[in-house]
């Protein structure tokens, strides 16, 4: 779309403002969405332009994607802090996001922008939010699932999540089985089948736009969720259990988005040495082993407070593959050569790396005015009152009616 917008435009003279398209697609379109909300109160084109579904867009794809980090403190209430993980610059950086009480239970998934909360006070419940807009909302409907995956519909442009129940509820006609539920209806979730697996325990990597996978261990398989036809298969993995002994202690193993494609990262009970496979090709389903990765277990245990104990994450970032180790309030980023790329401490109880990664994102959704609950943030800073002109005057007549909930906030 830059391309376009900016093709046929003549050359920039010395001394010259440059033309409004070039500085929209060449520079503002590149920003980050704070300092992209300052931009547009420089002028009425700048707004104008830069409000566009198109130019919205195009700026979220621009935008990267980045581990996502949950951080507990506790200062008068338990509280957890939502960060992003930030390499970019000269020194890499623990970048807040949002806060939430220690009524939640923890963010289940992440999607163009989106976070998907459950709450586990009892049966499952669960909210969504974009932290970027300062949007959020309740999701009753859905209360009671289990939850699989948030994923957007590419025929419809619709968001959806995916859902099972494994047995049949008291005073409910729902039966076992997979459900769909798209995100703004009042419709319950509407059932599609059965996978006949079990709860999965990771979550899911999306590619191809459409297809969802989980590594399942049990089963020593991959289970793939075609989104647009709305079925399930499996995939072979490349990781071999046949020699493994039964009292052996379980690896930690998990699929990772890899340049468009699959990967999968094996860690030794041990912690010490992380194997790293890549799914060369896709239909016949051939794995290569990539890496083999000898952490720097010295510079780990330095950074314990109490116990033998890390966890791992594998996340490739520009064609890198990098692993993150969370130990207490640090998380470490380490190269496929095991050198340590960067430390980072929070201040909190104690740091949890995630399998997530977030993409900010501007783009309005027409769901978040029709959830239970729904909050928008109306109280802005100076720099921040020309974010509320992204949304309609329809929007802001729903924020104003509606209560601000307490639970949540975001950090800026």
Known sequence: ??????????????????????????????????????????????????????FLLAHHRRQPSLPLIAACKYDEFYLVDILTLDRRGAAARLDPVARYYSG??????????????????????????????????????????????????????????????????????????????????????????????????????????????????????????????????WMRTPIDKTTKNKLDREDQEDLFEMDCTLGMYCCKYDMTIVNIWVLQDYEQEVWSFKHQVELPVPDIRGKLDVGDFWNV??????????????????????????????????????????????KQSLVPHAFFPLLEGYVFKTHLSSDEVSWMEFFSSALLDAVKSSEIITFWSWLT
């Open 313 to 358: 994450e594998v996340f490739s970032e520009d064609g890198d593959d990098v692993v993150l180790v969370e130990c207490g309030r640090w998380v470490l980023c380490i190269d496929t050569d095991g050198k340590l790329l960067a430390s980072l401490q929070h201040d909190g109880i104690d740091l949890l790396v995630t399998d997530m990664k977030l």
């Open 104 to 233: 939640a239970d923890y963010v289940d998934s992440c999607c163009d922008g989106l976070l998907f909360l459950s709450w586990n006070t009892g049966p499952p419940q669960y909210s969504i939010c974009n932290p970027t807009t300062r949007q959020y909302g309740d999701l009753p409907l859905i209360s009671g699932f289990i939850f699989m995956g948030l994923y957007q519909h590419r025929p419809t442009g619709d968001h959806r999540i995916l859902l099972y129940r494994s047995e049949k509820m008291v005073f409910e006609d729902l039966i076992p089985g997979n459900y769909v539920y798209t995100l703004g209806s009042n419709d319950m979730p509407r059932r599609i089948g059965w996978a006949e697996v079990s709860k999965v325990g990771s979550r899911p990597v999306l590619l191809r736009g459409s297809l969802l996978h989980w590594y399942k261990s049990t089963e020593n398989m991959i289970l793939v969720f075609d989104t647009t036809a709305e079925s399930f298969r």
């Open 1 to 54: 779309m830059a391309e376009v917008a900016t093709r046929g435009l003549p050359p920039v003279s010395p001394g010259l403002p440059l033309p409004v398209e070039l500085v929209v697609w060449e520079i503002l379109v590149r920003l980050p969405p704070k300092s992209l909300l300052r931009c547009r109160l420089v002028c009425r084109s700048w707004r104008r332009l830069t409000s566009t579904l198109d």
